[in-house]
């Protein structure tokens, strides 16, 4: 077995996994303080908000959101997901060692408590060492199609 991964030695690959890690975590506090700025400018309301149709020269949650996320120069959908993280877990709860996109997929499990739990259980490492969620292996918990299928039954998935 070579001792390049890609076309980068095996040391400078490590290398770049903790850089990466630091990126990720960086990428993933902005990612919670735009969707927490988003939740301060909208709270989550019942369906429709607290101004449905935009009467009374009020906002609705839409326009709002729509309009800080042009402000700030990026897409209302992108803002719009990480108003929704940010809703399903409270400061508390997030854990700075899982990227926000690992909360992303975890924060559609329904129950409060399992969610909360599951995030602290990571599972094992697929290529050995700690225990430690990956994309696949949230989706995994929640049931969702994974993008690199390793069961029999994933594979099957994945071909339909």
Known sequence: MSGNVGSVTRDRYDELVKLGRDWVATMSSAQWRLGDAALEIEPMRSYGGANPSGKDDLFTVSEAIRMFAEDVGLAYTTV?????????????RRRADVSHTIHKVLASIPDERERFEAVNNPPLNPRGGPPRWTHDSAKR????????????QEKVEAIH
Do not use: A, M, T
Request: proline share 8%; hydrophobic share 30%.
């Open 80 to 92: 719009r997901s990480y108003r929704w993280v940010s809703s399903r877990w409270p400061k508390e």
């Open 141 to 152: 918990v929640v049931g969702w199609k994974v993008d690199s299928p390793e069961s029999v």
